[in-house]
Each structure stands twice: as structure tokens, then as C-alpha cells.
T-cell receptor, first 112, second 114 residues
Framework: GQNIDQPTEMTATEGAIVQINCTYQ??????LFWYQQHAGEAPTFLSY????GLEEKGRFSSFLSRSKGYSYLLLKELQMKDSASYLC?????????????FGKGTKLSVKP | EAGVAQSPRYKIIEKRQSVAFWCNPI?????LYWYQQILGQGPKLLIQ????????DSQLPKDRFSAERLKGVDSTLKIQPAKLEDSAVYLC????????????FGPGTRLTVL
């Protein structure tokens, strides 16, 4: 079966660092994505990992371990505007290409 | 560059009524996706088009949902008849091609079925 797990909610302080974990079990794997979704808005692309290791993009970094079925999104120097849901998604080729399977999302609240 | 356009943004209907949503993808994007996002959950793929052909509709409830992309550009998603559990945000996304990484999402249509 297909399963993607991430914590439901997290709280962190402005200026701090937060790590959002994601574990997955899928029938196929061809990449892991992180999206940011502010309340009432569409998801926006943050990062993509297909090989093991860390991808850094400004304040955001994403890590992947394919052998462990594990990824995390690291947010540094948190700002109030980072309060949003963060969605982990796996591209599982299976019988179709480009199909993303999303987790339920982690709602991050950044406090002053 | 214009983003993915969707309309309407909000729709309220009663159960057993019909409803249609429209999506215009980013110009030149061959692949178009419709997702259903129920409150508190991640988006779930309903149907995926490559140009005007269906690539994957395995999770589309075909007894009540239909979608088309006749000219390979804009697309409509229809629900007929609607049920209470169809209340959700319907997101349209597009990407340049099947194999490229980034999907661009539209603002969504929030459907409430009473």
C-alpha cells in the first residue's frame, strides 16, 4: 500500500530552526517533494529530492534517505510568514508517470 | 507568466445537484491534474491528462465525477450528483510534461455541499 506519515502539528519560535519529518512506504519511488500551503491558498513547490542527501535552498533544506524511506524539511531563521502547512509528497511511478501521493501535511505555527 | 487559473473560487450547492469547475493551465503545459483536498488532508489525485488524453483516472469516482480536456488546453471537472462527502477544495495543477518535477497549482475551488 501507499503510506506517507508526517506529524500533524508543530510549533516553533521566530528565529529558531525546525525540522519536519516525513516517512513513506510506496510501491515505487521516483522523487520526494515538499510543498508549502498557507491557509486557504494553493500549495507552492519548495524542494525536490531524488538522490540521497541534502538539498539546500536559502533558509530551506531537504534531506532524503531512500533506504530508510525518510525525508525531512529543515527551516532556518524562522519567520512569522513561515506559519503554514508543509506537505510531503512522493512521486510513485507505479502505472502512471508524474503521479504525486501527498501526506496529510504538517501545520507549523511560528510564535513571536 | 500567468499562473493556473480556476473558477469559480467558491461554490455552495445542495446534495444531488450538479456542479462544474474550470481550469486553465499555464500556457504550454502539456500535463494537467485535478486534485481533491478534504479539510485537514493532503491533496488526492483525481485525474491526470497529458494533452487531451487521460493518463490516470484510477481514483476518480466515475459514477459521479467526469473530466475532460478536449483541446488539450483548459479542462472541466464535473460532479453529478453531488454528495455531502464531496465538500472539499478542488485543485488544478499543471506541469510542462509528465516527467518534469514541479507542478504549479491553481488557487482552487472550495465546494460546500449542503
Amino acid at each position: 500500500g501507499q503510506n506517507i506519515d508526517q506529524p500533524t502539528e508543530m510549533t516553533a519560535t521566530e528565529g529558531a530552526i525546525v525540522q519536519i519529518n516525513c516517512t513513506y512506504q510506496t510501491s515505487g519511488f521516483n522523487g520526494l517533494f515538499w510543498y508549502q500551503q498557507h491557509a486557504g491558498e494553493a500549495p507552492t513547490f519548495l524542494s525536490y529530492n531524488v538522490l540521497d542527501g541534502l538539498e539546500e535552498k536559502g533558509r530551506f533544506s531537504s534531506f532524503l534517505s531512500r533506504s530508510k524511506g525518510y525525508s525531512y524539511l529543515l527551516l532556518k531563521e524562522l519567520q512569522m510568514k513561515d506559519s503554514a502547512s508543509y506537505l510531503c509528497a512522493v512521486r510513485d511511478y507505479g502505472g502512471s508517470q508524474g503521479n504525486l501521493i501527498f501526506g496529510k501535511g504538517t501545520k507549523l505555527s511560528v510564535k513571536p | 507568466e500567468a499562473g493556473v487559473a480556476q473558477s469559480p473560487r467558491y461554490k455552495i450547492i445542495e446534495k444531488r445537484q450538479s456542479v462544474a469547475f474550470w481550469c486553465n493551465p499555464i500556457s504550454g503545459h502539456a500535463t494537467l491534474y485535478w486534485y481533491q483536498q478534504i479539510l485537514g488532508q493532503g491533496p488526492k489525485l483525481l485525474i491526470q491528462f497529458q494533452n487531451n488524453g487521460v493518463v490516470d483516472d484510477s481514483q476518480l469516482p466515475k459514477d459521479r465525477f467526469s473530466a475532460e480536456r478536449l483541446k488539450g488546453v483548459d479542462s472541466t471537472l464535473k460532479i453529478q450528483p453531488a454528495k455531502l462527502e464531496d465538500s472539499a477544495v478542488y485543485l488544478c495543477a499543471s506541469s510542462l510534461d509528465l516527467k518534469l518535477n514541479e507542478q504549479f497549482f491553481g488557487p482552487g475551488t472550495r465546494l460546500t455541499v449542503l
